[in-house]
């Protein structure tokens, strides 16, 4: 059996357990350590307490497993193993440990356990090669991944910086499979279809003026999210050349959320009081701007089908960026930093100038104009994101599953055989 432990039930995740299941070529059961957002939790990014409006528990064999008081999932030391993984490991017949990362305690202590009983290992994590190290972390960096590194057998990875990062390590080629981050594209492209009837609507509730170009910002307001430079570029727009209409529609919350407000004009904004419908004084140098506040997973979709495009300035520490993926199966074309981990996969193959210098509002203003002269081609959205869904994940683990299978039954075979040679030389 697999065994895949992973910190809580994620949103972006469950989808491929329940893939794995429904296509029943591999044996496994998903390891919980914590119930974080399948219940009602805050969080400190979003500033706010939510749980996701999809069911993510049913559908794929899982458990929870023992870990210490008070767990925090966004917390290194706060996650930890409060049992030995060994009878469990014994009980389930778990062949292959697949963790999905390094950033908790307990997936340190799993993979020691595993390999302390012969248990193989998989890793998908995030971190690739863009994020600049400072010289005297990076090789204190290496050396402690490379004792977790040389633990682990095979490397899902999740996109071309991904890859390269294992490669920087010395990971073999043969070690290396294709998971690619994803998302349900068929559940986004589904929500959009049945929403866009009502654009018009959806865009009049938010306070959107027909004839505008709405960019989309959707996230979290964190400062490594960068949601200020799209207010930089939309200004930057209305000063050049003023008949280019931009609105942004802010979807999210966070820590920046009064900053954000402060430098547009607020048409309309969730977390005001009564109806929403909130316009700050005009000022001309600003661009107006609508919050919606939070959006769950049901609800984004809104946001993807009022937009004309979607905007992700953030920096390297953003590993990949997976509102790009929901966006792009919604058919919603957009513009990233050269910083996201997905911009190299999903977005410049696309269009080079949808790919943007970090930190570059001009880049960033002349991209949403080119979009407003020349729109995407849907098709070209649908295309480039279909290359990337569960199912071509769901095949990697299958094909890697059964490989490991026959290497495990053929060491098996060749150590009954030395057994089987030693007892008789014994007995001679």
């Known amino acids: 059996m697999l065994a895949i432990l992973t910190t809580h039930p994620i949103q972006y995740q469950v989808p491929l357990w329940q893939a794995l299941a429904k296509d029943g070529r591999v044996p496994f059961e998903v390891w919980y350590l914590s119930d974080h957002a399948t219940r009602k939790s ?41 049992e030995p ?7 389930k017949d778990v062949t292959t440990l697949w963790i999905q990362g390094w950033q908790v305690a307990a997936y340190w202590q799993a993979v020691w356990q595993a390999h302390a009983v012969g248990v193989p290992v998989w890793l998908r994590g995030e971190s690739n090669d863009l994020a600049a190290v400072s010289m005297w972390k990076k090789p204190v960096k290496h050396l402690v991944l490379s004792r977790l590194f040389d633990k682990v057998s095979e490397f899902l990875y999740i996109g071309k910086a991904n890859r390269r990062f294992y ?33 018009a609507e959806l865009r009049r509730a938010w306070g959107i003026p027909e004839d505008s170009f709405c960019v989309l910002f959707a996230g ?17 727009l209305r000063r050049e050349n003023p008949r280019t209409n931009v609105h942004i529609l802010f979807a999210g919350s966070g820590e920046l959320g009064a900053l954000l407000r402060q430098s547009c004009n607020v048409v309309f904004d969730a977390a005001a009081n009564g109806n929403g419908i909130h316009r700050s004084q005009s000022t001309t140098s600003m661009p107006d701007a609508s919050f919606t506040g939070f959006l769950n997973q049901k609800e984004i979709s809104r946001a993807y089908v009022a937009a004309d495009c979607l905007v992700l300035p953030s920096d390297s520490r953003e590993t ?28 410049s193959p696309i269009r080079s100038d949808f790919c943007f210098p970090l930190g570059d509002s001009a880049s ?34 299958a094909a890697l599953y059964s490989s490991s299978l026959r290497i495990l039954r053929k060491n098996s ?12 030389e014994s007995v001679g």
């Open 167 to 199: 490669e920087n390590f010395g990971v073999e080629p043969q070690q290396l499979h294709p998971a690619y981050y994803c998302v349900d594209n068929e559940r986004f492209k589904k929500q959009a279809d049945e929403l866009r009837p009502r654009r």
């Open 320 to 347: 990949w960026g997976l509102v790009v993926n929901e966006a792009m199966a919604s058919g919603l074309p957009c513009i990233v930093s050269d910083g996201c981990g997905c911009a190299e996969d999903l977005v």
């Open 220 to 236: 979290k307001f964190i400062h490594k999210k960068r949601p200020l430079d799209i207010v930089e570029a939309a200004a930057k």
């Open 85 to 91: 993984l060994g009878d469990l490991i014994r009980k």
């Open 364 to 397: 960033i203003s002349r991209a949403i104009a080119g979009l407003c002269e020349v729109p995407a081609k849907v098709e070209e959205l649908s295309r480039e994101v279909a290359k990337v869904h569960v199912g071509s994940s769901v095949q990697t683990v």
């Open 413 to 424: 075979t060749i150590h009954a055989c030395f057994e089987k040679s030693s007892n008789a």
């Open 42 to 82: 805050f969080d400190s990014e979003f500033r706010q307490t939510f749980a996701w409006d999809l069911d993510m528990l049913s559908g794929y064999p899982s458990r929870f497993l023992k870990t210490n008081n008070n767990p925090d999932v966004a917390r290194f030391s706060r996650l930890r193993l409060a």
